[in-house]
Nanobody, 115 residues
Framework: QVEVVESGGGLVQAGGSLRLSCAAS????????MAWYRQAPGKQRELVAS???????NYADSAKGRFTISRDNAKNTVYLQMNLLKPEDTAVYYC?????????WGQGTQVTVSS
């Protein structure tokens, strides 16, 4: 079992920055990758960025050049640095952790970007 807890959301003006954190605990030794997703009202959940245990990253087109995903394996934590935020980035941001046989979601953190 793995527990995933997000933090760092909030209200920010357009052009501002936020850093989200995702801490994993429990049976974390077999986590292979972690990722950030987001879901805006009335829309499907979408991938924002992912990172493997080895540090390989992948970004949605909407995140490239503005968001950076990183991980601290010693702290079992993944971060999402979000810069140049836009109103369309407003969503609940979820962290996901994969193991070989299963995956786990956090409960989400709200990010609201005002224009």
């Amino acid at each position: 079992q793995v527990e995933v807890v997000e933090s760092g959301g909030g209200l920010v003006q357009a052009g501002g920055s936020l850093r989200l954190s995702c801490a994993a605990s429990g049976s974390i030794f077999s986590i292979s990758a972690m990722a950030w997703y987001r879901q805006a009202p009335g829309k499907q959940r979408e991938l924002v960025a992912s990172i493997t245990r080895g540090g390989s990253t992948n970004y949605a087109d909407s995140a490239k050049g503005r968001f950076t995903i990183s991980r601290d394996n010693a702290k079992n934590t993944v971060y999402l640095q979000m810069n140049l935020l836009k109103p369309e980035d407003t969503a609940v941001y979820y962290c996901k952790a994969w193991r070989v046989v299963d995956y786990y979601w956090g409960q989400g953190t709200q990010v609201t970007v005002s224009s």
